[in-house]
T-cell receptor, first 119, second 111 residues
Framework: GAVVSQHPSRVICKSGTSVKIECRSL??????MFWYRQFPKQSLMLMAT?????????EQGVEKDKFLINHASLTLSTLTVTSAHPEDSSFYIC???????????????FGSGTRLTVV | TQLLEQSPQFLSIQEGENLTVYCNSS?????LQWYRQEPGEGPVLLVT?????EVKKLKRLTFQFGDARKDSSLHITAAQPGDTGLYLC???????????FGQGTRLTINP
């Protein structure tokens, strides 16, 4: 239970185009989801918190106009990388909190990630 | 900005040996979580420690939360090749629904 499904797993796009990444909670509702970015050999950096029915909260230094987040339902959050450039190439991961769901631990469940390559 | 210093960042040992990974911060966290991440996948939760001084065991893995809730450790006994992977500690920020991740420890267990 408490699975987060992320699609696509890999995407290659041309510089200047936009790419949408979807994150779905399969068997639970998630009023809050989180989007992370991970560079090769590095840890996860939180980009933004996605809130159902309201605006996303972005971390310092993350361009909200470049990384558009929409959380229109309790089971779906999307991240759109607009006007992508090669430096946006990275591994993007979404997550949702497990509170009230899985035991014995509470924590966060993560999607399987999206490898974005901008050429 | 809350930071988590994780060490060592790389560790390569022989099968059967013991090891400890450390996670330290000057900040207090409401919980400390440990994840394992395989290449090309998202992190998978191993354990959450919440109470200062708490110790949790998961088979050969022992997790400890410092009394002051600023640090944590992961100890693996009799490491096996199947333990190879990236281990991440993550602190949950007080009053906010978000995690701060350590740099990760890339562990390699040689047969």
């Amino acid at each position: 239970g408490a699975v987060v499904s992320q699609h696509p797993s890999r995407v290659i796009c041309k510089s200047g185009t936009s790419v949408k990444i979807e994150c779905r909670s399969l068997d639970f509702q998630a009023t809050t989801m989180f989007w992370y970015r991970q560079f090769p050999k590095q840890s996860l950096m939180l980009m933004a918190t996605s809130n159902e029915g309201s605006k996303a909260t972005y971390e310092q230094g993350v361009e909200k106009d470049k990384f558009l987040i929409n959380h229109a339902s309790l089971t779906l959050s999307t991240l759109t990388v607009t006007s992508a450039h090669p430096e946006d190439s990275s591994f993007y991961i979404c997550s949702a909190p497990l509170w009230g769901h899985e035991v014995p631990n509470y924590g966060y469940t993560f999607g399987s990630g999206t490898r974005l390559t901008v050429v | 900005t809350q930071l988590l210093e994780q060490s060592p960042q790389f560790l390569s040992i022989q099968e059967g040996e013991n090891l400890t990974v450390y996670c330290n911060s000057s900040s207090v966290f409401s919980s400390l979580q440990w994840y394992r991440q395989e290449p090309g996948e998202g992190p998978v939760l191993l354990v959450t420690v919440v109470t200062g001084g708490e110790v949790k065991k998961l088979k050969r893995l022992t997790f400890q939360f410092g009394d002051a809730r600023k640090d944590s450790s992961l100890h693996i006994t009799a490491a096996q090749p199947g333990d190879t992977g990236l281990y991440l500690c993550a602190g949950e920020v007080w009053g906010a629904q978000k995690l701060v991740f350590g740099q990760g420890t890339r562990l390699t267990i040689n047969p």
